[in-house]
Antibody, heavy 115, light 107 residues
Framework: QVQLRESGPGLVKPSETLSLTCTVA????????WNWVRQPPGKGLEWIGN???????NYNPSLTSRVTISVDTAKNQFSLRLRSVTAADTAVYYC??????????WGQGTTVTVS | DIQMTQSPSSLSASVGDRVTITCRAS??????LVWYQQKPGEAPKRLIY???TLQNGVPSRFSGSRSGTVFTLTISSLQAEDFATYYC?????????FGQGTKVDMK
């Protein structure tokens, strides 16, 4: 059974960098695509981007200038860095796997508040 | 970016009702459409992928269809556990884009 778990600070100051890590169990990050998706309070889902184990990344153009997704195959983790955050970046952040056709397995989500 | 226009944004229904939610893509995405269900405080759950294919364990009252660039999620007979918010996702072209969501609540 594949399980993903997000970890990182729940509170980030404006203009600083949001950093989250997703730890994967039951699968290996050296295959498939690995994604980050966020959901502001009371709003819909926004795809942030993904990474293939080779390092190939795809980002949402609305965030490209501020986002970096990386993978650590030795730790079986992948990470999100979002620079220069504002209150608009306050959201639940989900890590998720893409096996085929979008996201199939999601982490439980972690709330990040920018304040 | 491909825009996904989902409708309605909300609907009220009763147990046993037939419910239909649509997503219109701004361009051809072939069959690369996924439906998710999300309940409050939970991560989304994949219901249907590749337009028609039911995720393992999802009840057969859920179904998906396509007519051109319009995709439909149908719940044939709404059950109490189906009250939730539903999202579509196009995974044909990066950036992947979600519909705005449809909240299904009790009439």
């Amino acid at each position: 059974q594949v399980q993903l778990r997000e970890s990182g600070p729940g509170l980030v100051k404006p203009s600083e960098t949001l950093s989250l890590t997703c730890t994967v169990a039951g699968a290996y990050v050296n295959s498939h695509y690995w994604n980050w998706v966020r959901q502001p309070p009371g709003k819909g889902l926004e795809w942030i981007g993904n990474i293939y184990f080779s390092g190939n990344t795809n980002y949402n153009p609305s965030l490209t200038s501020r986002v970096t997704i990386s993978v650590d195959t030795a730790k079986n983790q992948f990470s999100l860095r979002l620079r220069s955050v504002t209150a608009a970046d306050t959201a639940v952040y989900y890590c998720a796997r893409s096996l085929s056709y979008g996201v199939d397995v999601w982490g439980q989500g972690t709330t990040v508040t920018v304040s | 970016d491909i825009q996904m226009t989902q409708s309605p944004s909300s609907l009220s229904a009763s147990v046993g009702d037939r419910v239909t939610i649509t997503c219109r893509a701004s361009q051809d995405i072939k069959h690369d459409l996924v439906w998710y269900q999300q309940k409050p405080g939970e991560a989304p759950k994949r219901l249907i992928y590749a337009t028609f294919t039911l995720q393992n364990g999802v009840p057969s009252r859920f179904s998906g269809s396509r007519s051109g660039t319009v995709f439909t999620l149908t719940i044939s007979s709404l059950q109490a556990e189906d009250f939730a918010t539903y999202y579509c996702l196009q995974c044909n072209t990066f950036p992947w884009t979600f519909g705005q969501g449809t909240k299904v609540d009790m009439k």
